[in-house]
């Protein structure tokens, strides 16, 4: 059975990433005009031109099928390169290996072979510049952008909190986008930046089919662990979407189909060992009750009173607790950070870290501790106006802070008192002192984003 | 889907949810009043007497929906002019408006609900609604000011050009972008008079797009000569048509195709001299 490896248990000239390259640069030399060719599958997710094919601008995000939509398109791609791979003589059990960010260090790195202009004096195909600046010499991706431990530590999937995303629907006022999309998925989109930061041109970049590999694997992972389970509704399960597949063939395929990946006919290989410094962030936020049936009755209990305007910098703001809205906090009692109606023209590539109720003078791993999520802004130029036929969903991120919650609780610091929330950029960071010049500007005065409101709640 | 998915869902999909909101819950109450009002046909009818005394099939600036079939009477003629007689029909306008145009606000008024204080919630849902009802109220004086100064009277001629205007309209751009809008909500402070201005502030900005996306229904419902509740019933569950679906475009054109077949039978009606 093919198996998706990670990638940094890899040489730079393994035949599997060499093979990729072949299968990608047949692919973009084919007519755009072809189904299996590089352009139109990548237009699938999304196309400057919109939807000027039936299949194209098809992507689903903000919701619950974003992960089966992306494991139906990375499976279709993947046939389709390996046809090519075997017609030039591959293996035929060749598989996409998958980039493992989440271990840090060099491994948050876009890998090798990916950043050099051209590999054995020919034209690298999985090389492009339209990347942020800097990245192609090998700077880091930021660990609170990368890390995966929240997303997995979700109980349910269902939920804009929790670890798949909650259910569309034509009156909801946002789009819910789960634990994982928001982080690695966007954040890694956003930090790369260039084409992977859009979703009209994302699917250019040969880098796009190891980072979906990657958050295919997750998906594999917190559901195979034993606990997880993915959603049971009808609605879900009988969702179908059409694909290509390596015949060029129409297929569509319904998410119930999609749900195991060995049915489907591949697995993941085992993680490389990490390297000396691994990263831990967000420990404060660890999940500390079992799996609810998801937000349901929410009541306010807190918010910001005026929006807040981002360009780049670091912005601190104190949230009133109500009183009276909070009372005691009761042992069991969930408690959600939502960022809410996040709008801006463009995404500018800069993701923030969200930290809360961070001790005065905190050391970096204090301050890392207190990380509950990233917030990216992948899709932004789209949020206000929908792939295909679609109901729009503007942005905005639920968060569990509970832990923290019941912490300051204890501290005698809940009803009637401030929380503290932080949002400061995440920056790419250079592995050695040479390279600290190229880390990119976090400025984006050009591109603002605006966030309407922060909020707290409870919730059963 | 089947038929019997959607009817389950149709809570859910009205905005009503789980566990409704006893604020969420009142407006539906209210929405529910106002039905019964057209139905008993509560808001007086005001006549402004033609000279023959005999009610005439002119169409004025006053649509009237009663049981009865009342004929609605006015014009430039009636007394003291197009706008008092204009004026005189915005209570009856601001009943449709409530019983028709608030169902598809139940979403909003729903977030608005969910995202207040508990203790302000009556009043946030309160001041949405003022300002979403507001906009209501100066589409509609300026319609009825507009028929009010129309300069002829046959009813089926008006009712045939705003079925053309609502089906050309259900196709544009322009209303799938006023659709989208529908679906923004806008920031809520959570208490002070900042949450005052911010939940008015939003039932502007949503009545603005909802007007922008029905507006031509509810023109509709304002020529619409001999009125029923059942122009009433149906132009709503058009409205509602609209807003429950997970596919906005197809539901459009499929709705364009009924408003069509509307304004070729209104058409016929007209070269037919009824």
């Known amino acids: ?460 | 889907m089947t038929w019997r998915d959607r009817l389950l869902r149709l809570p859910r999909w009205m905005g009503l949810g789980d566990r409704p909101p006893a604020a969420v819950l009142a407006v539906a109450g209210l929405v529910l009043a106002a039905w019964a009002a057209l139905a008993v046909d509560l808001v007086p009818m005001p006549m402004a007497m033609a000279g023959t005394g005999a009610p005439s099939a002119s169409v004025g600036p006053l649509w009237l929906c009663s049981l009865d079939g009342g004929m609605s009477m006015g014009g430039a003629a009636g007394s003291g002019g197009p706008v008092p007689t204009a004026l005189a029909g915005l209570p009856m306008w601001s009943l449709m408006a409530m019983a028709m145009m608030l169902p598809v606000a139940l979403p909003a008024t729903s977030h608005v609900a969910v995202n207040s204080l508990r203790r302000r919630r009556g009043r946030a849902v309160s001041q949405f609604l003022l300002g979403y009802l507001a906009l209501w109220l100066a589409f509609g004086a300026a319609v009825l000011l507009g028929l009010a100064l129309l300069p002829f009277d046959r009813a089926v001629v008006l009712v045939a050009a705003a079925l053309g205007v609502a089906t050309a309209w259900e196709l544009s751009p322009a209303k799938q972008w006023a659709l989208r809008r529908c679906h923004k909500p806008r920031p809520l402070p959570p208490n002070g008079w900042r949450a005052s201005v911010g939940a008015t502030r939003f039932g502007v900005f949503h009545g603005s797009a909802c007007v922008a996306a029905c507006w031509p229904l509810m023109l509709v419902m304002a020529v619409a000569p001999s009125a029923r509740l059942a122009w009433c019933a149906g132009l709503a569950g058009f409205g509602l048509a609209e807003k429950l679906t997970l596919k906005p475009r197809r539901r459009a054109r499929r709705l364009a195709v009924v408003l069509g077949a509307a304004t070729a039978l209104a058409a016929l009606a007209v070269v037919l001299g009824v």
Request: net charge negative; glycine share 8%.
């Open chain 1, 1 to 460: 059975m093919p198996e998706r490896v990670d990638i940094w248990t890899l040489e730079e000239d393994d035949p599997i990433i060499a093979w990729y390259r072949y299968g990608v640069k047949v692919m973009k030399e084919r007519d755009p005009e072809s189904v299996t060719s590089w352009v139109y599958q990548a237009a699938m997710h999304g196309s400057n031109e919109g939807a000027a094919h039936p299949a194209w601008d098809n992507c689903q995000h903000g919701s619950w099928y974003v992960l089966p939509w992306h494991r139906m398109y990375v499976y279709r791609m993947e046939e389709i390169l390996r046809a090519a791979i075997v017609a030039g003589g591959g293996p035929e059990d060749w598989a996409l290996p998958y980039w493992n960010y989440g271990l840090g260090g060099e491994y948050a790195t876009v890998p090798p072979a990916f950043r050099s202009p051209e590999f054995e004096d020919e034209e690298n195909a999985l090389y492009t510049t339209e990347r942020a600046a800097g990245i192609n010499t090998g700077l880091e991706l930021p660990p609170g952008a990368i890390t995966a431990a929240a997303a997995l530590a979700r109980p349910i999937y269902i939920g804009a909190a929790e670890f798949g995303g909650g259910a569309v629907g034509p009156e909801k006022m946002a789009g819910e986008k789960g634990v994982l999309e928001r982080r690695p998925h966007d954040s890694v989109h956003s930090n790369v930046g260039g084409w992977m930061s859009r979703l009209n041109t994302a699917a250019l970049d040969p880098v796009f089919w190891i980072h979906h590999a990657n958050i295919d694997r997750l998906w594999h992972v917190w559901r195979e662990d034993g606990e997880h389970t993915d959603p049971a509704e009808a609605e879900w399960l009988e969702q179908e979407f059409p694909f290509f597949d390596a015949a060029g063939e129409e297929v569509m395929t319904k998410c119930e189909d999609v749900t195991d990946t060995e049915a489907l006919g591949y697995e993941y290989g085992p993680e490389a060992p990490p390297p000396i410094s691994p990263i831990e962030t967000g420990t404060a936020v660890a999940t500390i009750f079992p799996g609810g049936e998801g937000v349901t009755s929410p009541e306010l209990i807190g918010a910001t009173t005026e929006p807040i305007t981002l360009v780049g910098e670091a912005v601190d703001v104190e949230i009133p607790i109500d009183a009276e809205a909070a009372g005691e906090l009761a042992s069991g009692q969930r408690v959600y950070l939502n960022v809410e109606n996040i709008e801006g023209e463009d995404n500018p590539g800069t993701a923030y870290g969200i930290y809360v109720d961070v001790p005065p003078d905190a050391n970096q791993e204090a301050l890392d501790s207190h990380l509950v999520d990233s917030l990216s802004f992948f899709g932004i130029e789209r949020s206000e106006e929908p792939f295909n036929d679609q109901h729009p969903h503007g942005m905005r991120s639920a968060i569990d802070i509970s832990a923290i919650a019941h912490a300051m609780a204890d501290r005698e610091e809940w009803a009637g008192a401030a929380l503290r929330v932080s949002l400061k950029p995440l920056m790419l960071q250079a592995p050695t002192a040479e390279l600290e010049s190229l880390i990119p500007d976090p400025a984006h005065p050009e591109t603002p984003i605006t966030i309407g409101r922060i909020s707290v709640f409870y919730d059963a």
